[in-house]
């Protein structure tokens, strides 16, 4: 739980580190709010009428909720206060503003900033430059051995080209209507020049541009400003917190709006206006902010609760323009004279947009600042961060203690069973989250005690299936910007029980149209994820296909009930024991209790595809000995396939021999038993005693029919056990190997050695002495024992 609250602590500061923007507009909140108090305590006293939520510990009894939207509506206020100072700068005054509130009423009032670019050839100049190297010359004169010194000077002359770079800007107000221009006022316009000089006489900039004007309506903003105090509708049913509700959403987008055309028009004069400007009036310009101005767009309270009278907000209102002109002071100081590209006007003009700027960035982190201070406050009440599978438990919870048990609607969980016996496993539906937590589904649910349904296997066999069906109806609900969770299917069953899974479609009534099927059994717990598409609702539908022709909306009509024609899905689950019990002609509850039995019975008809025919009684199900034949068929069959099976890895340990021998890896051993000739076989280092017996009793049919404990192989006089490894038992290529050791010493009453095989075959013509046969084995010229 810590790290889940850890979690979401870090997404919420990532939140808010997005809206904070980037340039001087990120400075965090806290860090504001901290160089706000210093302030406060000069403006109010020492006393601290006025705090900030969060400066100091204790102050969490004055963020109530109704503190809360006091202070959304007292950040409002000083954000519409900051923007009208700011207009009034510009030249608006408050008997513009009523104008433009009507202007607001017929049409558009859009605030723009309009520029234009020339460049103009003004003129060629020539100057000489020296060059800083000096050469020096020494000769004699005459028969005196006199010498002298002579001095070059290389003079260059410098072609240069001015040019004459001008930018005219103007900042105005205008009315559209029906996107016609009906009005216009013009606020502030001024021209820069200043000269370019180029080696070449190719124009630096184009000769003219008009650049695209910066617009900003107005129009929400001119409803809000007028000086009346902003009052939230907590009363309307879309109002959810200070930061959620029709009023503030407005006020905010009006402020973002206001924020990313401030950034714009500042990006005008620092890429057009001041990039031509010498580097350091281009320093001057990058270096203006507004870190030392007061912005009182914080969340600010009265120590006690409430909003801050008109005095208060009246004095930190006052403080913002003082640390403005303070600004402007100095800005006038670094901007003096005017020959400069980059004046007195155009750094005020900056100031005053990055001030716009600021005031709409720090009532949006405030604002945001007080909804995760709500959150908090909700997350330490409940002692955990409530997320979409908590809601969905309250919601299950509030059906609990307001629906009667009749009535409230079941886990889709139903056991697999066959009359009143125990059951072979369970199916359910389940709620699947994106962090994997499963929730079961609850739906409403409809049930038919006596149903049957055909279900085709294939154009020329259909079963009928018969039972109880359940009809299944689910609301899935979605919180937030969170999707609908997932649906699983999950099909479970016990130890040594097992049964069918269909899945599939209900395209018509009576009619069960299969497309996946699933044996389960064993204790298997199988996880099927449903690939759930959502489609209109009919309402929806009506509404959507107003709009198209007539034509295509009988094409939609048809393809709709294409659609709705395959939307139920629909399971079906097939107890098999009950069903073999029938196939083999088995009394029923003939199987009940012979588990080994139906294992055998489901291995051979799955894994081996043995036909039943093979394994069912003859007669009828009721005749005594019914379940003692099928269990002789099937055992029959059994030793069938295991002696098949037997033969088959024989051949293929020959063949892999065979390989290994071509590679080189492959050893040949020389087997013997009682009387009986040496056989030679081809064998792999990582084969066992036990591999090497079944190897030689292919070859010898006796020696295969003899007791387990009577084909023991062994090697210097060591008796190698079952699983041994022929390379751990250090056997080399060309051993000789005894076989029935145990056998051997019991007729003869005495231990053979490796000595007597070796006697019977020379070591001076072994090549001479045996050769091979067809079968592998090893003949001998004379018939010695």
Same mark, same amino acid.
């Given at each position: ?499 069918? $899974? ?6 018509? @009534? #009576?009619? *069960?149209?299969? +497309?996946? &099927? %699933?044996?389960?059994?064993?204790? /298997? ?54 069903? $073999? ?6 009394? @029923? #509850?003939? *199987?009940?209790? +012979?588990? &080994? %039995?139906?294992?055998?019975?489901? /291995? ?182």
């Amino acid at each position: 739980k810590g790290e889940k609250k850890t979690k979401e602590r870090t997404e919420r500061e990532n939140r808010q580190s997005k809206m904070e923007g980037t340039k001087s507009y990120s400075i965090p909140l806290g860090s504001k709010l901290a160089d706000a108090k210093e302030k406060l305590v000069r403006l109010f006293g020492p006393d601290k009428n006025v705090v900030g939520l969060g400066m100091m510990p204790g102050l969490s009894q004055y963020a109530t909720f109704d503190t809360s939207y006091c202070v959304a509506e007292q950040m409002v206020d000083c954000l519409l206060a900051t923007v009208e100072r700011v207009l009034s700068r510009l030249g608006v005054s408050a008997e513009d503003l009523v104008h433009l509130g009507k202007w607001a009423k017929t049409g558009s009032v859009m605030l723009s900033l309009e520029a234009m670019e020339t460049c103009t050839y003004v003129k060629e100049e020539v100057t000489e430059v020296e060059t800083a190297v000096e050469r020096h010359r020494e000769y004699g004169l005459g028969f005196l051995g006199t010498t002298a010194k002579r001095v070059d000077k290389v003079i260059t002359k410098v072609h240069e080209h001015v040019w004459a770079y001008k930018v005219e800007y103007k900042v105005c107000l205008e009315q559209l209507v029906m996107g016609e221009g009906e009005g216009k006022r013009v606020l502030k316009t001024a021209e820069c020049t200043t000269e370019v000089r180029t080696s070449t006489k190719e124009h630096p900039h184009k000769e003219r541009s008009v650049l695209d004007p910066i617009e900003l309506r107005l129009n929400d903003l001119l409803d809000l400003l007028g000086g009346r105090p902003f009052c939230v509708d907590r009363d309307r049913t879309e109002c959810r917190t200070p930061r959620r509700n029709p009023e503030v959403e407005l006020v905010l987008k009006a402020a973002l709006s206001l924020s990313a055309w401030a950034s714009r028009t500042f990006d005008f004069f620092r890429n057009h206006v001041g990039h031509k400007s010498p580097k350091r009036e281009l320093s001057a310009l990058a270096d203006i902010n507004v870190l030392q101005l007061f912005l009182p767009q914080l969340p600010l309270v009265r120590v006690g609760g409430g909003r801050l009278t008109a005095s208060e907000l009246g004095e930190l209102l006052a403080e913002q323009d003082r640390t403005v002109n303070a600004k402007i002071a100095d800005l006038a100081k670094v901007f003096a004279g005017d020959d400069r590209l980059v004046g007195l006007r155009e750094a005020e003009l900056a100031l005053l947009l990055l001030q716009l700027g600021m005031a709409a960035h720090n009532f949006a982190t405030s604002l945001q600042y007080l909804e995760d201070l709500l959150e908090s406050h909700l997350i330490d009440a409940l002692g955990r961060a409530v997320d979409e599978v908590d809601l969905f438990d309250l919601a299950r919870f509030h059906f609990s203690k307001t629906l009667q048990p009749a009535y409230r609607p079941p886990h889709l969980c139903y056991p697999v069973r066959t009359g009143l016996q125990d059951p072979e496993g369970l199916v359910t539906l389940e709620w699947v989250w994106a962090d994997g937590e499963r929730r079961p589904v609850n739906g409403l649910t409809v049930a038919s005690p006596g149903h049957s349904t055909s279900l085709p296997l294939s154009s020329a066999a259909q079963v009928t299936l018969r039972g109880p069906m359940f009809l299944h109806t689910v609301m899935a609900q979605a919180y937030g910007e969170a999707d609908v969770p997932a649906l699983n299917i999950g099909a479970r069953a016990r130890p040594f029980s097992s049964y069918i $899974l269909l899945l599939g479609r209900i395209p018509a @009534e #009576g009619e *069960f149209q299969c +497309e996946a &099927a %699933l044996l389960i059994r064993n204790s /298997d717990d199988v996880t099927i994820p449903m690939m759930v598409e959502t489609i209109p609702s009919a309402k929806e539908f009506k509404e959507r296909i107003q709009s198209i022709s007539d034509t295509q909306q009988r094409f939609a009509k048809q393809y709709r009930s294409m659609q709705m024609s395959s939307t139920l899905f629909a399971m079906a689950t097939i107890p098999i024991r009950p069903q $073999l019990e029938r196939l083999l002609r088995v009394p @029923e #509850g003939g *199987f009940l209790k +012979e588990i &080994a %039995l139906v294992e055998e019975i489901l /291995d051979l008809l799955v894994e081996y595809s043995i036909p039943s025919d093979l394994l069912k009684y003859d007669g009828s199900p009721e005749d005594d000995g019914a379940l003692l034949a099928v269990k002789e068929n099937v055992y029959n069959m059994i030793r069938f396939v295991e002696t098949t099976k037997a033969l088959e890895q024989l051949e293929s340990l020959d063949r892999a021999a065979l390989r290994s021998c071509r590679s080189g890896t492959t050893l040949v051993v020389y087997v013997h038993a009682l009387n009986k000739p040496p056989v030679k076989l081809y064998v792999e280092p990582f084969y066992t005693a036990h591999d090497v017996s079944l190897l030689y009793g292919e070859k010898d049919a006796e020696t295969q029919s003899l007791p387990p404990e009577f084909r023991l192989v062994t090697y210097n006089r060591r008796t190698l056990g079952v699983n041994e490894r022929l390379d751990g038992a250090g056997i080399a290529d060309g051993a000789y190997l005894l076989i029935g050791q145990q056998f051997r010493e019991t007729l003869l009453g005495y231990s053979t050695t490796d000595s007597d095989l070796s006697s019977i075959i020379s070591s001076e013509d072994e090549e001479s002495a045996c050769s091979d046969s067809d079968e592998g084995e090893v003949s001998f010229k004379r018939d010695d024992d």
